[in-house]
């Protein structure tokens, strides 16, 4: 068979590291597709930056989109990122001269996954997406292929790398948030701006893009509810200790009689949970079928080399011929999610509140709670020096959001409330 | 498309379940693949006996090797049972007659694998066997699809729900093997005949399949070295936990320079090590490669349901006409692995002697290990009755197996050691 005519475009680490691995591995994939994966054409800003590898007798293209349109070119791999601009039309430009597209960005295709893959299908290609989530592990495989029997009833993972290790090391060295994202920052794990990352942006993306996978429905990257870790502290990192919990940035996507639930927030969840024992920049998707039950699969969500992994995976399909539709079923069959609202959520909750160490607080909380219908599980009042504001921590019977932002709300209005955190538990 | 005829044979639980998910989840699988997936036949001995599943419009054979034969079937799905006899038929005649094949069947794979596959490759047909591994985990394509483009170096994991469950009970119970497994039994976690499982056989064969997948090697199910779990006492438990060890039944396979390792037997691993946490029924299945570094996969590793799940996603790859060769690379490129022996391995132990207290008993021992080679790490002596044999329990620093076995043995010619247990002790 005719070798696999790649044009790679976008050489930082992730485009590098996909180069050496079709050079490394050769042999290996030959073997494996029956037929060669070759590198022909590559596209980057700066074509003398030594990048580490070999590009010889390989087209150089300035112009990324100018490569995707190029002659002689079976698949374009994207790898420049970022939800509009220059990604965009390199993949657009791509389907519209028939070459399939594999991408790892999970923002482009948040926004303009469904649109992307109606334009492939109706040209009979291919858009793979492997690397978009989770990095190097195999989920979108695992969940759309290998659970393909399945109805599909949630979908929850850690898939953020920053974020779970910025909260690993919180937990680990007992520093603050903004301390250890220095660190992070320093140590090329977060963005001079990281944002994207620490908001629940990036993680919401993937999201979006599983819930399409598992449910088959269009991508509805608006209806996901994000919050970030930025307002976890210290403190609440030690409390979540104390009552046997650790706190991770989850992306949860369920599917329920009145739509489909997606959200990306801290959660606490018990310290013997499988996800519990994720820690730093490790990613680990759990997936929830009527047949197989539940199956986790965890690995590298980021990084080079897994990154590279997942992009050969999905070229090897190419080369293979093996098709399936992006989203589990065509994009005519995708369906409408009715979103439901945060306000929906049915669970318990964690509430430490900064108040005023005086007469009447408790049982302003108290009476706040119990109006709104809020039952309190445990409650605690720390020590600290006199005159500063005293952390109540208590957790809550399960209830629905509604009620408890309601309780919230009534608490918020006395003035003894200085600041508050509230976060969700997940019993998984 | 014309819909996928499907026929079964055997309809114990797995079978049962697999009707039972296509019934169920037909209209999904039927967007899924663009075609509906008939069951046009099923055989099994007794036509009486009740399912639980609807069986009317479906044609019934009391002769699978004749249901293989029958005209208009497009797959055969065997889930018999045993690694030759009728199960074995089934599938040369399927193959025979241009049907693809799906199986459960670890015993006839790891038997009769290569030839089997050889058999389907020179007719352009699937052997479909990810319900063969770890139950409804995808671990076939998560291997051999998912990771397409990694060399991989090792593969390990939990294999055998029986034996995870027995060694889960009895660290979180304290009673013995025999109590336990008889409990197992009772609770259908076990067999009768309970020797497939627990002498690691049956974990065995799925190691020798996953070997193949992984390394692109023929099936040599004969190399592997295989140790059950029977004479792991509460003592073992008890004394690993101390350590902070936990005792599971792995299986590993590594290629190194030297060809391919291939083992099952007890291990003691970190007990923060996440394959510790895979506890019960649990199946558990990582595998390193170059680019994507160390990638787990967890769930149900038996049981009709999630078996049905993997059975239903091979379905699915089919009736799509997804093709992948069945060992990562068609039969005629399978390489002939050369077998490590177990002497070659190196690694640390853990060693229980039960001796008498007498006078020169530690001399005894330290001496033939210290002639052998062998340093040991840690040391204790538990107490006993007056006139009981005494435990003696330690670990030993890194060292081939070779010298452990020679220091073993001079220990052994000593009168004073009644009884022994040595567990490889593998850093995950």
Redesign the interface.
Known sequence: MDPLRIAIAGLGTVGA?TVR??H??AA??Q??C?RRLDIVAVSARDPRKDRGVDLSGIAWFEDAAAMAAAPDIDVVVELIGGSAGTAREVCQTALAHGRHVVTANKALLAHHGTELVRLAEQRGLTIGF?AAVAG???VI??LR???????IAEVHGILNGTCNYILSEMRQTGRSFADVLADAQRLGYAEADPGFDIDGIDAAHKLAILTSVAF?VAIDFESVHVEGIRHISADDIKYAGGLKYRIKLMGIARRGEDGVEQRVHPCMIPE?A?MA??EGVFNAVVAQ????????????GAGA??T??????D???IA?N????AF???AD?LTQSAPVPIERRFGAYYLRLMVDDRVGVLRGIAGALADAGVSIATFFQDHRAPGEPVPVVMTTHETFEAAMLRGLDAIRSQDFVHDHCMIRIEQF
């Open positions: 590291a691995l079709l490394d591995n290996l994939i073997a494996r029956g492997e190097g592990i195999p495989k695992g292929e290998g659970l393909a029997g399945n109805r088959g013997g499988s024992a994720v079928g009527d047949f197989v039950d539940k199956v986790a699969m965890i690995g590298r080399g897994p590279a992994s997942a992009v050969s995976a070229l090897v399909d293979r093996r098709q399936t539709p589990t079923v065509t069959r």
